[in-house]
């Protein structure tokens, strides 16, 4: 029988614990799962394409049938490169739903027979973002339990310059 073979493609700036409920739901429906991450020059990220799949890889190294990629270009001339029948995205709430809405349908339109497959992670993890985890670190905020520890401590250490986000919050 043929493998199933599934693209998670983001930005990942950075790896949210919601990111890792989602590749581990993902890693037990496909065979394949390839978390792809964006080179988007357009963009300026906080972490850089390097940190990311450093990260990345030392995060998924448990689940032996995920593995970390860098792309660029058109997600469904990556997916057809390597032979993935599905694209898998994340939905927390309906506010995702248009924007997922339209890639998935622009995906679909450019490759009718890439799938997209839409999970939802654990409700722990309904409200974690990219964006929000940076901007609470950014304010001194705790974003424990949020991002694996590794993201953590690179996010103190890139931001408050490697002080705790507790230590910040005292000397203020
Ligand atoms: O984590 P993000 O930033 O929401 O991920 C967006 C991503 C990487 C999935 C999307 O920007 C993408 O697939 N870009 C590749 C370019 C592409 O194929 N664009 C047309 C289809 S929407």
């Keep these: 029988m043929k493998k199933s073979i599934a693209i998670y493609?983001?930005?990942?700036?950075?790896?949210?614990?919601?990111?890792?409920d989602l590749i581990e739901r993902g890693s037990k429906i496909f065979d394949e799962l390839i978390v792809a991450i964006l080179r988007n020059?357009?963009?300026?990220p906080l972490f850089t394409l390097e940190e990311r799949i450093q990260i990345l890889e030392a995060e998924i190294a448990r689940w032996p049938?995920?593995?970390?990629?860098?792309f660029d270009?058109?997600?469904?001339?990556?997916a057809r490169r390597h032979d993935a029948g599905a694209v898998l995205r994340g939905i927390r709430a309906i506010s995702d739903y248009e924007y997922e809405l339209q890639m998935a349908l622009m995906n679909r339109k450019l490759d009718p027979r890439l799938e997209t497959v839409f999970m939802m992670p654990a409700e722990a993890y309904s409200y974690v973002?990219?964006?929000?985890?940076?901007?609470?670190?950014?304010?001194?905020?705790?974003?424990?339990?949020?991002?694996?520890?590794?993201?953590?401590?690179r996010l103190e250490s890139?931001?408050?310059g490697g002080k705790?986000?507790?230590a910040k919050r005292k000397s203020k």
């Excluded at 493609?9 to 890792?20: A, I």
């Excluded at 929000?132 to 993201?151: F, M, N, T, W």
């Design 9 to 20: 493609p983001g930005s990942f700036d950075p790896l949210t614990n919601g990111h890792l």
């Design 41 to 44: 020059p357009e963009k300026d």
């Design 65 to 70: 049938n995920v593995r970390a990629e860098v």
């Design 73 to 78: 270009g058109l997600l469904v001339d990556y």
């Design 129 to 153: 973002s990219s964006r929000l985890v940076k901007e609470v670190a950014r304010l001194g905020g705790s974003v424990r339990g949020l991002v694996p520890a590794i993201v953590e401590q």
């Design 158 to 160: 890139k931001i408050n």
């Design 164 to 166: 705790s986000a507790a």
